[in-house]
């Protein structure tokens, strides 16, 4: 099958053709970027060798339509719903990498992100892209919007209590990232000399991920509110999320029983990897690859620590987005993302 990445420059569509030159099923016949319209994939990023020749160009809806039948869109928030409505108007099924159709109220997203959504018609289409919760959804959807990295680890690492009814009102996220999950746009911030060293926290109570997170806790408990208290950090690492989660549950859960949950919940999901008891995850582990690693503890009082690692640049964006192509198609679901992370 033809595919096309929309905004291919970036940080996640270079993680794209990557992941992609070792999938059976696909060929990437499309790349567009606008500020490197007319150079070669391989002046950019001279390791993806399978598409070195390859020419970026800017993008137009129906020549793209042309040249591809499926679509990775991978551009800036607020770039990226035209260009999706744009192909999801010609019959495209379509994976967005932006937060642009994460809400399913165009009023959050406009209070969140500053601008009116001038697609609200396809909220109500669109399908929120991660397979551990909503798989039979992203297999029947034209339309899906792919999480942000850090909900992606915070719901990984909530998600079996609160799909049981076990936590509810407020839970913490403490959360660190690596500086390409700022992208690859130059930054003061994620300078080296003002990185390395450090490690600081950012978007204090006001991360936008934090709204992604409550819709979507909301939705596995059912009939309430969940209040996320979340704090990112920045750490001058190249890749990783380490996201640590604290939660009061309904109930005395000790650790067997905590262990028990979570390898139930996750009995069928193949990118998710519950640790021994007493064993937490690092970032190394997962570097390069699709997995999400899951530390557990519980004092048998109330109190659960759930610690999860992912690589922000697949499982939190690229190669959960590929897992959602899987499904849309009716492939294996673990399709070219079988490759184990790099240690060291």
């Given amino acids: 099958m033809k595919v096309g990445i929309v905004g291919a420059s970036g940080y996640t569509g270079a993680e794209l053709m990557r992941l992609l030159a070792a999938h059976p099923g696909v060929e990437v016949s499309l790349v567009t970027a606008q500020s490197y319209a007319g150079r070669r994939v391989g002046d950019l990023y001279p390791h993806l060798l399978p598409y070195a020749d390859m020419v970026y160009r800017p993008f137009d809806p129906d020549r793209a339509w042309e040249e591809a039948e499926f679509f990775f869109v991978a551009l800036p928030h607020g770039e990226s719903m035209e260009a999706v ?41 669109a399908v929120y892209g991660l397979p551990e919760l909503f798989r039979g959804e992203v297999a029947r959807a034209a339309l899906v919007a792919g999480p942000g990295c850090y909900p992606t680890a915070a719901l990984l690492a909530l998600a079996p209590l609160l799909s049981r009814g076990l936590c509810r009102g407020e839970v913490v996220v403490d959360a660190k990232s690596g500086v390409s999950g700022a992208g690859r746009s130059l930054s003061l911030d994620t300078h080296f000399p003002q990185a390395e060293g450090s490690v600081k926290p950012y978007g204090v109570g006001v991360h936008r991920h934090t709204p992604e997170m409550e819709e979507v806790m909301g939705r596995l408990i059912g009939d309430g509110e969940v209040r996320v208290i979340f704090v990112p950090h920045l750490i001058p690492m190249s890749r990783g999320i380490l996201a640590t989660c604290y939660a009061r549950t309904e109930g005395s859960l000790g650790p067997s029983e905590l262990e028990e949950l979570y390898r139930d919940f996750y009995r069928d999901c193949p990118f998710v990897v ?10 190394k582990d997962v570097c390069g690859s699709n997995y999400c690693h899951l530390g557990l503890y519980a004092d048998g009082e ?40 790099v240690f060291p």
């Fill in 274 to 283: 519950v640790l021994p008891r007493g064993s937490y995850p690092q970032t």
């Fill in 85 to 125: 409505a744009a192909l999801r108007e010609r019959g495209a099924r379509v994976v967005d990498l932006s937060a642009d159709y994460r809400f399913s109220r165009p009023e959050t997203y406009e209070k969140w992100y500053g601008k009116p959504h001038s697609h609200p018609e396809l909220l109500g289409e």
């Fill in 302 to 341: 109330g109190r659960v620590i759930c610690t999860a690692v992912i690589d922000n640049l697949v499982k939190g964006a690229s190669g959960q987005a590929i897992q959602c192509l899987n499904l849309m198609m009716g492939w294996e679901e673990t399709t070219g993302l079988l490759a184990l992370g």
